[in-house]
C-alpha cells in the first residue's frame, strides 16, 4: 500500500511538472457535446479512499465505475459499513460512483447480493455491473444458455425492486455468455433497457467480431447502459491491450453510437498497464495514460 509520505511526495513531483494537468485545462477539453466520461478505477487499487479521490480530482474526473467484489475498494461482506464512507470521502472530492462493479451474477448469500445491491441503491449509485455467466464447453451449450434464464429473472426482479440497473459486460472469450453477442442479446429481449441493460464493451466485440462489430452495436444499442471504451492491437494469433489513440477501435464507434442517438454514460478502461501501485513510477504512469486516453475519447467524440 502506497504510504501517504510516499503519495504525496509523487503529486507534488507530478504537480510540479506537466504530467498531472490542472482539472481547468481537462475541463476545457469537453465539448458541450462530449458525455461526462467515467473511469474505471481498477489500475488505480491499492491506493487509499483518500488518495484515490485527490488523484481524481487532480484529473478532473468527476464520475467512476468502481469494483466493489473481492479485492476491490470495498470488500462486499463489508459493504454496509464501508461503502457509505468511500462514497462520503469521493463526494469530498466532487467524484460520484456511476457504476458499480459486482461479483454478482445471481442471488446468493456467498456474493451478499441484497445487501451490496441495497446499500448501492441508498447512495444514489444508479447501475451495476454484472459478473460473468461461464459456459463449459465440454458440455452441450443450448442447456447452459437456458440455465442462466431463471437466474437472471431473479436477479432482474431483485434489481427492479430496490432499485438499481443490473448491466452485463460482453467479454472475449470462448468461455463467456455474451461473447459473441447473440446468446446474450437473446436474454436481453425479454426485458425494457431500463431493467436489464449492457455495459458494452467495444474492444471485445471488436476481438470477437472483427469487421461485424457494427452490426453488434446495432443489434444493442438500444439497451446500452454504459459504454465502455478501451483498445487493443492485433500482434501474431492473438491480440493485446493497448492505449486508446494506438488500437483497431477509432472513432468510428463513436460516430454509429451518435448517429444511433446514444447519450447515454461511457466509461474508460486503462488494462495495458504493466505492474501494480507499489511498483517505481507506476502511479505517474497510471494518471499519465488515464489523461491521454481521456483526452483521446474527447477527440472522438467532438
Known amino acids: ?54 488523484v481524481l480530482a487532480r484529473m478532473g474526473v468527476t464520475g467512476i465505475e468502481a469494483p466493489i467484489r473481492p479485492g476491490g475498494h470495498v470488500e462486499p461482506a463489508r459493504v454496509e459499513e464501508e461503502l457509505p464512507k468511500f462514497v462520503e470521502i469521493l463526494g469530498k472530492h466532487g467524484v460520484r460512483i456511476t457504476m458499480l462493479t459486482s461479483g454478482i451474477n445471481s442471488v446468493s448469500t456467498e456474493t451478499h447480493t441484497e445487501r451490496v445491491l441495497r446499500t448501492a441503491a441508498k447512495l444514489g449509485i444508479p447501475r451495476y455491473r454484472t459478473n460473468w455467466y461461464a459456459y463449459d464447453n465440454k458440455k452441450p451449450i443450448w442447456p447452459q444458455f437456458d440455465a442462466i434464464r431463471p437466474r437472471l429473472k431473479e436477479l432482474v426482479a431483485l434489481s427492479k425492486e430496490i432499485g438499481i440497473l443490473p448491466c452485463y459486460q460482453n467479454h472475449s472469450g470462448s468461455k463467456f455468455a455474451g461473447a459473441g453477442i447473440w446468446d446474450m442479446a437473446f436474454l436481453m429481449r425479454e426485458y425494457k433497457a431500463d431493467e436489464f441493460a449492457w455495459a458494452f464493451d467495444i474492444m471485445h466485440a471488436t476481438i470477437e467480431g472483427s469487421t461485424s462489430w457494427p452490426t453488434e452495436v446495432a443489434l444493442v444499442q438500444d439497451h446500452i447502459g454504459m459504454a465502455f471504451f478501451k483498445n487493443f492491437v492485433w500482434e501474431g494469433k492473438g491480440h493485446r491491450t493497448a492505449p486508446l489513440s494506438e488500437g483497431v477501435v477509432g472513432k468510428a464507434y463513436v460516430n454509429q453510437l451518435k448517429a444511433g ?42
Request: include cysteine; charged fraction near 15%; proline fraction near 5%.
Open 261 to 302: 442517438g446514444y447519450t447515454g454514460p461511457v466509461c474508460l478502461h486503462v488494462e495495458y498497464l504493466k505492474g501494480n501501485i507499489n511498483d517505481p513510477g507506476y502511479l505517474e504512469n497510471a494518471i499519465a495514460a488515464t489523461q491521454a486516453d481521456i483526452a483521446t475519447l474527447r477527440e472522438w467524440w467532438a
Open 1 to 54: 500500500m502506497f504510504s501517504r509520505r510516499t503519495f504525496l511526495q509523487s503529486s507534488a513531483a507530478l504537480l510540479a511538472g506537466t504530467a498531472l494537468k490542472p482539472v481547468s485545462a481537462m475541463a476545457e477539453a469537453a465539448s458541450p457535446t462530449t458525455p461526462e466520461i467515467s473511469v474505471f478505477t481498477k489500475h488505480f487499487l491499492g491506493l487509499s479512499h483518500e488518495q484515490l479521490g485527490e
